[in-house]
């Protein structure tokens, strides 16, 4: 025994499990966002129950757990939908006052715009004081009303977003400049103020039949209502135009089911968020994020490449350039959230304030780019990721051979060509995995944004139809932002839980990914190099 | 934000309104000034452009105003008479825009007319309204006599409700002459100041009960001298003192550690060289004016126990100060000067010194002086307690923890990858441990909190049970591993004992967890949480420090790891090679020789690590429960310098005190980090050089 102490493998065996459990760690993590993540979307069967005490419910069951201080019994805690009714989303019941349990075929999922998901069975469609279908006609009934309201509801989303949207637009920008026209001195009679005066009566009256419209296409969808059938007996109404999609989950098979699961995660990645943001999509989360990373590259490559190459290949390597190396490397250690105070003090304040005073006078004292968005939040988080593409870049042009530089300068080009033609080529591959490792650091970066302009819900994608089309100084969503305030921030958190699983396995799917690819691209450049240097 | 008051005289503003004015106010834009004089009020602009018509008292019959009060925050003022009424009344300042120019207008509205004595003048007088329902008028007769007049309005639907009125003559409770006197705002407190430097105190119980006394103290113990000057500060509870020896002194009433709740002494200020002869308090935070009987008046903050300037007015004694209600100016009125002087003031942060910054201060209403962070509160009065101290020791707190889990873990890691494992498993391990390196700490924090806080209050002992495990199960394995024959052990792939290892630490994970509930049932008779709470004083929180110590280490081992590994990795093989040939075992190779040359590597890799963790924001803005809170136990929660900016700066008002102090604290975050990696850095380089020497 002592032999086997004094060989030193139990210790090595201990340094071992710690490199073990480290691994283990990282699996643990990715296995639990996944599974998490994944089953979300799955519709699963929908139980009835009826309780001892005579109440009925439809519900999906989520969790099977013991009863505290009772030896053997368990209980269920079911999704039972119907908020509007029971006024929770979940409930417990005890495994011992459940009298009967069944799958029943025709329990159908409702989803709805608001108050979530409905269950119940469906009785009967209806157009106005009309009926058009009852009983078992009423699901083919119900598609082709679908259809209609679906038709129904694009044309209303057309007509906001784009019509409606974008003479809101013209009316801002007239009193915008009806203002700008007074405080350089113009009076109410002036012609030009006249005539923008003229303009917005013009564009009141366009936005006025617009709006009037919208009603008529409102009411007429409207109409269409289905009639549900709760577990407990009482018919309810839903307006046709808010169910986001039915199905009756006991029964599909798995094909069905799976198309059910690919339009949930379709609906996922392309749809607006709904009832604060815990239902519905996270495209507009999923934008921002993308937006805002390609920002920040536009600024940050061009900054960090051209600092690199003169750092190693035209400053003179000397007590200056040392410091500068320790200076960057110590900005990589800097917190984040100490970049997120300098964007607000700097940026937002500081150049934005400026920004307002020179060139937006007339809105003030609303802030136009004084306040948080979404360049002042791509340019902190530039600002952060620069360490990441200077160092990188400094290595890949490290390791360009030096034979090459000098077979380039040796054939009689100058330093710039072999720079441009040679070294930059050569070095690309490296350049790239700097530039892709920045770009994973900054989608995963939420702290520094927290301050600079990200927001829970914004009313407007950076980038629409409305001109300039592109619009940097409003704020937008951020994915693990979302992940923040769904989590930590909901009313409703039991319910947002596999929301902001899933949106954390999008943003784990995004940041692995790219960090994979870094690391292929790495590896690909150095048996490239390895066969160049023999 | 360390920077000095700035105050300066306003030009052409001595106006004359009388000699010797008996109170003093001025409008929030510091346009008009008014003074009671023995008429009435008087109301004067300051740029002189406008004329208003002042408010006398003629037609109460053939008296004249002696005495006269202000309370600050409601614009009602009180007129002491010379037949022994008094009249109260509001001055309100109404504001109108004309075209685009500001216009602000006086208008003096009379509540009631009380009377205090039958045949005695007014010498001094203080009047408080709660706001509500109940006012107060307290007055001290030329001939020395006290009363308190009590008023309470019941409201009514209709009309305007039925005054009650109560008169309690205190006189014969009174030990000596009476110098000065103060009702608080919530007109719960009488207070009156003794010609022998005693205040004694009463409290105010509506109409039907006198005044209950309360024990009287003494302000300057063993000094002769009476008390001079007395205001309730801003908030109600500290009363502020001065004495005829020129000391300030601020008391409040606390539960003194045991006794019963007595005024107790808490601030000391700067003295006057002469007798203090009037304390004005601001309207917006524990700043006050005093002016002495030699021309002196003095700006103080009683919380930071500061004086901000002693500004010579002139020779004569002070009579009346008036601080603006934005806290922006000041009026004073002097002796043997004609009319009054203005004066404009910027003082933003008062409140902030490095001693309150990182010292203990006594804040009002509490015990003792504490470390208290509490930035926002529900009234107006609410006083911001910014202490840097609690949120240092949150965020060392968390550090400590994480490191404490993440150091041992990484260093180990990172030696066996770099002495022990093979290259095979190295080129596997390596990106694997970058790619941890690379996860969003907004995930780390997300699952830490939502989804390891609970499972950890759940197995809470299966985690520490796992401690002695695991160690106990993997030296099992190294033994079985070793009781291998030697040409089994040879023809096992590379990575096989690293797969072993895997197999027992999950083991020995899922073995302890399972056990946990019933060895914690054994242990305890129920949950550890619950056991916590009934039976110790400990508190337990679902997001406390054992979750921040996993899931901040997991966003800090990577860190550590990469660096370790390398400062290991990049020992010459030369030392390694001499020392197995001089017969050392792996293991003594790798602790004997290796690790001493790394040592500095693995020095830096835990500053850098430290570094990291003291930043950490998302994690522990989301794991922990974000309550500033001193205390090392391990399962409360904590708040970070860095979550503490991420929470409060969104909400902080431009350039305001708790902006500046939240920049203080980022900029003490970034120097801290800095230090730490510029110390790290260095000892890198060098090491890099010592391993070309050798």
Known sequence: MRAFF???????????????????????????????????????????????????????????????????????????????????????????????????????????????????????????????????????????????????????????????????????????????????????????????????????????????????????????????????????????????????????????????????????????????????????????????????????????????????????????TRTIRIAVNNLAGVPSIVFGMFGLGFFVYGVGGTIDVLFYPESLPTPTYGTGGILWASLTLALLTLPVVIVATEEALASVPGGLREGSIALGSTKLQTILRVVLPSALPGILTGVILATARGAGEVAPLMITGVVKLAPDLPVDGIFPFLHLERKFMHLGFHIYDVGFQSPNVEAARPMVFTTTLLLLFVVLALNLTAIVVRNRLRKRYAIKTI | MFLDAQWSEEPGVRLSLGPDPLELGLDPYREIIYAVGPQGIDFVARDAQRQFASHHVDDLGDVQVTAAGRSPRDGRVVLGLDDGRALTAIVAFSLSYDDTERVVSPEVEREELVRLFDDAAVAQIAYRHDGNKRSAVAALSADGRLVIHVAERTRSLMGAGRVQEARFDLTDQLQDPITALAIDDAVQHLVVGTASGQVQAWQIHGLHDRPERLPAFDVTPGAAGGVTALAFLLGDLSLAIGAENGAISVWFQTDANGSARAFRRVHELTSHDRAVTVIVPSERDKQFLSGDAGGTVALHHATSEQTFFDLQVGAGAIRRLAFAPKGDGFLVASEGQQGIAAYSLSNPHPEITIATLFGRVWYEGYEQPEYAWQSTGGTDEFEPKLSMIPLVFGTIKGTVFAMFFALPMAVLAALYTAEFASPKVRSVVKPTVELMASLPSVILGFLAGLWLAPMLEHYIIGTALLLLLMPVVVMLGAFGWRQLPRNVRGHLPANAELVALILLTLGSTVVALLCGPSVEMALFGKGLPRWLAEESSLRFDQRNCLVIGFAMGFAVIPLIFTICEDALSSVPASLRAASLGLGATRWQTAVRVVLPMALPGLFSAAMIGFGRAVGETMVVLMATGNTPILDWNIFTGMRTISANIAVELPEAPHQGTLYRILFFSGLLLFFVTFALNTVAESVRQRLREKYRRV
């Open chain 1, 6 to 320: 004094r060989s030193g493998d139990p210790f090595i065996w201990l340094a071992g499990s710690a490199l073990a459990g480290c691994l283990l760690m990282i699996a643990g993590l990715v296995t639990v966002v996944v599974v998490n993540g994944l089953g979300f979307f799955w519709p699963s069967a929908l139980m009835r129950i009826q309780v001892l005490d005579g109440t009925v419910v439809y519900g999906e069951v989520i969790e099977r757990q013991q009863v505290p201080d009772k030896d053997g019994a368990h209980r269920l805690q079911l999704k039972i939908g119907n908020r509007d009714v029971y006024g929770l989303d979940f409930r417990w019941i005890d495994e011992s006052d459940i009298e009967t349990r069944s799958y029943p075929a025709d329990a159908a999922v409702f989803e709805r715009l608001e108050w979530g998901n409905a269950n119940g069975t469906l009785e009967a469609v209806s157009a106005g004081a009309d009926t058009l279908a009852r009983g078992a006609t009423a699901w083919a009934v119900l598609d082709s009303v679908r259809q209609i309201t679906d038709d129904l509801a694009s044309r209303i989303h057309d007509l906001e977003r784009n019509h409606m949207g974008a003479v809101n637009a013209e009316i801002e920008a007239v009193r915008m400049a009806r203002r700008r026209l007074q405080l350089q001195g113009s009076t109410v009679e002036h012609e030009s103020i006249v005539q923008l005066d003229a303009d917005q009566q013009q564009l009141w009256a366009r936005y006025d039949s617009l709006s009037v419209e919208l009603t008529s296409l409102r009411e007429h969808s409207e109409r269409f209502v289905a009639w549900l059938r709760l577990p407990g007996g009482d018919l309810r109404p839903i307006p046709v135009a808010h169910i986001v999609r039915v199905y009756r989950p006991n029964d599909m098979d798995v094909v069905a089911k799976g198309a059910v699961y690919l339009s949930k995660v379709w609906e996922f990645l392309s749809g607006e968020p709904r009832e604060s943001n815990t239902e519905g999509g996270i495209f507009p989360a999923l934008f921002g994020t993308v937006m805002m990373v390609i920002l920040m590259t536009l600024f940050v490559v061009p900054f960090g490449v051209l600092a690199a190459l003169y750092l190693r290949e035209y400053a003179r390597q000397g007590a200056l």
